[in-house]
C-alpha cells in the first residue's frame, strides 16, 4: 500500500484530493489541516488524521518531515498555495530524508505562477496576455484605455483585485510595486485544468466554465470542449515548464482572443468536475510521483456540476484540538 499525506484537506481542493485517492484501492491515506474543524480530516479513519502549523509558519516543513517520517509517508499532496514554495525548495530534503515524493510544480515554475508580473513577462511570447505593467510612475502614466484592473503581483482568488475607471483613481493609488495594472479583458472566463507529465508534455487539458462562483472557487459550471482554450492552456503550461497539475484562468478579449489572467499551480476548488468528466489529475499525480506509466492523452466529457453543502458529522470526542481554530471548552478537555 502507498501511504499518502494530504495537506489543505479543510478546503475544497484538499477535498477532492482527498475524496479522489480514497477511491483507489492501493492508498493508505493521511489527511492534514492546520485547523481542527477541517471537514477533510474526518474523511480519513481518526488514526490518520493530523494537524499542522500554518503554511508561512518557520516550522512548517520540518513539521512536515517529521509527519512523513513517523508515519512512513510515501506520496505528500500539498493542496494550499502558501505551503507550496516552502515545499518544494526543501524536496530534494524531503525525499532523502523520509523517503517521500512531493506532487507539485518545481520551485522555478512556481516562482513564475505565484508571480503574476513574471507570469505575464514569461508567457506573452506564446499566448495573449493583457497589458501587465507595475503600479510604478512608468506604468501610471501607460496610455491605458480606462477602466483598468489593479491587483496584488501575488495571491490567489479575488482577494485585493479591484477596477479602476480614470486615470486619476489610477494616480491616487501611489506608487507600490506589490500591485499591478492590467488591461480589462472584457470577455467570458474559463478555468482550464491542465496536466503534464514528466517531461512536460500535457495529456490532458479541460476547460470549464465558471459559472457560479462563490469566495474565489467555481460551485457551478460545465467543461466545454474548446480547441483554442485547450491550446492556450496547454502553451502556457510549456511556458512555464509544469509538470504535473495546474489551473490556468483565460478571457477573452474584445476581438474575441482567449487570453491569460493567471496560474494557480496547484490542485483547484472545481476539481470535482474535471474528475467526473474522465480525467482524474489527482490520481494521474500519484501515479507520476510512483514512476508509473501514463497515458499520451485522456478525453474528457462535457458535463456540468452544482455543487451543494454537505455535512460531515462525527463524535466530538474526535475533533481534533488546533491552536489556529476556536474551540468550545468541552472540547479541549
Not at 462535457?302 to 466530538?316: G, H, S
Request: net charge negative; aromatic share 4%.
Amino acid at each position: 500500500m502507498t501511504r499518502v499525506l494530504v495537506t489543505g484537506t479543510g478546503g475544497p481542493a484538499g477535498v477532492a484530493v482527498v475524496r479522489s485517492l480514497l477511491n483507489r484501492g492501493d492508498v493508505e491515506l493521511f489527511s492534514a489541516d492546520m485547523d481542527g474543524w477541517a471537514s477533510g480530516l474526518y474523511l480519513v479513519p481518526a488514526d490518520h488524521r493530523r494537524i499542522v502549523p500554518r503554511g508561512l509558519a518557520p516550522d512548517f516543513v520540518d513539521a512536515i518531515i517529521e509527519l512523513c517520517t513517523n508515519d512512513h509517508i510515501d506520496v505528500v499532496f500539498s493542496t494550499v498555495d502558501a505551503e507550496l514554495p516552502a515545499l518544494a525548495s526543501r524536496r530534494d530534503e524531503l525525499q532523502a530524508e523520509t523517503g517521500a515524493v512531493l506532487t507539485a510544480p518545481t520551485l522555478a515554475t512556481l516562482d513564475v505562477t505565484l508571480d503574476k508580473f513574471l507570469l505575464a513577462e514569461r508567457c506573452t511570447p506564446v499566448v495573449r496576455v493583457p497589458e501587465t505593467r507595475l503600479l510604478n510612475a512608468d506604468g501610471a502614466a501607460a496610455d491605458w484605455d480606462f477602466p483598468v484592473i489593479v491587483k496584488p503581483r501575488r495571491g490567489a482568488g479575488s482577494r485585493g483585485v479591484r477596477m479602476v475607471e480614470s486615470r486619476d483613481a489610477l494616480n491616487s493609488l501611489g506608487v507600490d510595486e506589490a500591485l499591478i495594472i492590467q488591461e480589462l479583458l472584457p470577455g467570458d472566463e474559463f478555468s482550464v485544468d491542465v496536466f503534464a507529465d514528466a517531461d512536460g508534455h500535457v495529456i490532458a487539458s479541460v476547460p470549464r466554465t465558471r459559472t457560479r462562483v462563490d469566495s474565489g472557487v467555481s460551485i457551478a459550471g460545465h467543461t466545454v470542449k474548446n480547441d483554442e482554450l485547450e491550446q492556450t492552456a496547454a502553451a502556457v503550461a510549456g511556458a512555464i515548464g509544469l509538470v504535473g497539475v495546474a489551473n490556468v484562468q483565460l478571457r477573452y478579449d474584445r476581438h474575441g482572443v482567449a487570453a491569460l489572467l493567471e496560474v494557480n499551480p496547484r490542485f483547484p476548488g472545481a476539481m470535482p468536475l474535471t474528475i467526473a468528466a474522465g480525467v482524474d489529475m489527482p490520481s494521474l499525480a500519484l501515479d507520476l510521483a510512483l514512476g508509473a506509466e501514463l497515458p499520451s492523452s485522456i478525453d474528457f466529457a462535457e458535463i456540468a456540476n452544482v455543487r451543494f453543502l454537505e455535512d460531515v458529522f462525527v463524535p466530538t470526542s474526535e475533533i481534533l484540538y488546533s491552536e489556529n481554530a476556536a474551540h468550545d471548552e468541552g472540547l479541549e478537555e
